[in-house]
């Protein structure tokens, strides 16, 4: 009886364990297209924007300027013509920070950015370095509103010979992709002769097409290796064939540490820069007599929190300083001791203020016409303190600022930037207009001031 039993239920063990094997399904085949190529381009294609500019010309027919330079005539109406110029960009921040090239944004009136699903942003230019040929832009989203990021491989992770891929969004219609080789990790010119200046930009036979300058050079990782900037063909040739450059991950990591500073971001004068990547971040730079300085920093300082956050990257660690209210508060490892820093940040007016003793405006629309200039031609002096270096050197309400050294005062932020590194004491020159009303008409006095900042 009992083995009986046991053969039953030996029997419906089998059946099913049998039952069991059969209506198990079979483990799909790997698809062998989805190498690591296709991966990584699917990781990095969302991060992938086109840029569209529109740049508006303006210029006087000839006999406008004869009457306005011999006869005293007033300003006449300025004749326009747009043009539209597109290139590629990446976004590396999930606020919507996008990095491309100056010469695709140089100049623009307007710009508009189309994202790989279709959606569209105006975009603000924030900064730019003309010698890398880098540019900041931020979108315009909605508040809140986050977006892809890419991340940046580390400065020096390069493997002459590894595969790298090429993206673009050029003319907006939508992702490009091309695939090569690093040729070149610093290619440099031997003669000074060359048709491109190419010193230590990357090389790749991955094709650059028109359209693609601005956007990221990444590796198997999907991680940007590079921002791709040109490609050069040689007429005498075989046409279709081409050397792509782009400009190297350490280069746009110098930009971003200029970038990302609550002067370009938030117009707020801090007075140090950091190294990007993995916290904690390196002070790199303190300006002297700047907020940063009067506070104790140093360049060697690791920062290990930022109002008692700890900062994961540079753009996040500019966000937590921009967020405290001027008054942002460091806790700094220095050669092992722990400090705690108080900063006390400057509006850009406070700047040229503690510095020259006036306070100057940006020009609007409305104004600029009864004052004889454009938008971004010169500030606009509100007020001057008795006493001050403006005051001793006659500066008086209602004068404009026109530039400050070598710097136009196209912004409060170019003035700012100009009067940062000065110290107290030290000359600048001061580019000054007088406007002198005659009827209808403004006439333009323009002349220099020198005087000795005062902090």
């Not at 090389?203 to 999907?222: E, F, H, K, W, Y």
């Not at 002070?283 to 994961?312: F, M």
């Amino acid at each position: 009886m009992r083995q009986n039993y046991h053969r039953r239920l030996c029997s419906l063990l089998v059946l099913s364990a049998s039952w069991q094997l059969t209506s198990t399904p079979a483990l799909a085949e790997p698809d062998i297209r989805r190498d690591a190529t296709v991966i990584a381009v699917e990781k990095v294609l969302p991060c992938v924007v086109n840029i569209a500019t529109e740049t508006v010309v303006e210029y006087h027919d000839w006999y406008d300027t004869m009457l306005r330079q011999f006869y005293g005539w007033p300003r006449t109406p300025v004749h326009q013509e747009k043009s539209v110029s597109l290139g590629s960009g990446v976004v590396i921040d999930e606020d919507g920070y996008v990095l491309t090239n100056l010469h695709v944004v140089r100049r623009a009136s307007r710009i508009q950015v189309k994202l790989w699903d279709g959606r569209e942003y105006d975009a603000e230019p924030l900064v730019a370095t003309p010698g890398s040929d880098v540019a900041l832009l931020k979108l315009k989203g909605r508040p809140g509103e986050k977006f892809k990021a890419i991340k940046l491989a580390p400065d020096d992770d390069l493997l002459l010979g590894e595969t790298v891929i090429a993206l673009g969004n050029p003319y907006g219609l939508g992702g490009s992709v091309t695939r090569g080789i690093l040729s070149s990790k610093n290619r440099r010119p031997s003669t000074g002769d060359e048709p491109l200046d190419v010193q230590d930009w990357l090389q790749t036979d991955a094709a650059i097409n028109p359209g693609n300058s601005g956007g990221p050079l990444v590796n198997l990782r999907g991680e940007l290796i590079g921002l791709n900037v040109a490609v050069y063909r040689d007429d005498g040739g075989q046409r279709g064939l081409g050397v792509g450059f782009s400009i190297p991950v350490k280069q746009v990591s110098a930009a971003l540490s200029r970038f990302f500073t609550p002067e370009v971001t938030d117009s707020l004068w801090f007075g140090a820069q950091f190294k990007p990547g993995p916290g904690p971040l390196e002070v790199t730079v303190v300006q002297p007599g700047g907020p940063a300085a009067k506070a104790g920093l140093y360049p060697g300082d690791r920062v290990l929190q930022v109002n008692g956050k700890t900062p994961q990257s540079l753009i996040e660690c500019n966000r937590l300083l921009a967020a405290a209210d001027r008054s942002p508060s460091l806790t700094v490892d220095r050669g092992g001791a722990r400090l705690t820093l108080s900063v006390h940040l400057l509006s850009f007016e406070d700047l040229v203020r503690h510095k020259l003793g006036m306070t100057v405006l940006e020009i609007t629309p409305q104004s600029a016409a009864g004052l004889g200039v454009r938008p971004g031609e010169a500030l606009f002096v509100e007020e001057v303190e008795k006493g001050s270096p403006a005051d001793r050197a006659q500066i008086q309400r209602g004068y404009l600022l026109a530039a400050v050294g070598d710097q136009n005062a196209a912004s409060l932020r170019n003035v700012a930037e100009a009067l940062a590194n000065t110290k107290k004491g030290e000359s600048v020159r001061l580019t000054v207009v007088v406007p002198r009303r005659l009827g209808a008409s403004v006439r333009l006095q323009q002349g220099f001031v020198d005087l000795a900042v005062r902090e």
